[in-house]
């Protein structure tokens, strides 16, 4: 006779399979498709964050040697530095596109246009442009 246990397995033996729960779950846990736990957010204490803006003031990316010294020198992994690193560049350019409002950035997105029209056509400026005419 074959048999389903509650994990799903299918046994010939009369349905004990040898393997206790504990076994299963930790085949769910640590099997080929097992995810992989949740990783815990840092918290970066004030001296690592002041000590992270002051380096990121000087230059917005940190690499190599650099964000080695960095992370051991904040008791950090290089690849939380990295990640820091990361999501502080976002902010900033979250925070250059806010300064400068919606209005600025439809006048970059149209003159984006007009600047290589204006190149391409050898048009020096916006006066010189003729767009009355048909020719």
Same mark, same amino acid.
Do not use: C
């Given at each position: 006779?074959?048999?389903? /246990?509650?994990?799903? !397995? ?10 206790? !729960?504990?076994? &299963?779950? $930790?085949?769910?846990? &640590?099997? #080929? =498709?097992?995810?992989? #736990?949740? +990783?815990?957010?840092?918290? =970066? $204490? #004030? $001296? *690592?964050?002041?000590?992270?803006? +002051?380096? =990121?003031?000087?230059? &917005? ?5 650099? +964000?080695? %010294?960095?992370?051991? $020198?904040? @008791?950090? @992994?290089?690849? *939380?530095?990295?990640?820091? =690193? %990361? ?7 979250? %925070?250059k596109l806010e300064e400068e409002g919606p209005e600025s950035q439809q006048k970059k997105k149209g003159s984006h246009h007009v600047n290589r029209w204006r190149l391409a056509t050898? *048009? @020096?400026? #916006? ?7 048909? /020719?």
């Amino acid at each position: 006779m074959v048999s389903v /246990d509650r994990w799903g !397995d299918i046994f010939g033996d009369g349905g004990y399979s040898g393997r206790s !729960d504990a076994a &299963h779950e $930790s085949m769910l846990l &640590h099997g #080929p =498709f097992a995810r992989k #736990p949740k +990783r815990i957010r840092t918290a =970066f $204490s #004030p $001296s *690592q964050l002041l000590r992270l803006e +002051r380096a =990121f003031e000087k230059n &917005h990316y940190v690499v190599g040697a650099e +964000r080695k %010294q960095l992370a051991s $020198s904040l @008791s950090l @992994s290089e690849t *939380q530095v990295k990640v820091w =690193f %990361q999501n502080r560049r976002t902010k900033y350019k979250r %925070q250059k596109l806010e300064e400068e409002g919606p209005e600025s950035q439809q006048k970059k997105k149209g003159s984006h246009h007009v600047n290589r029209w204006r190149l391409a056509t050898k *048009q @020096s400026s #916006p006066e010189d442009i003729d767009v009355t005419s048909e /020719d």
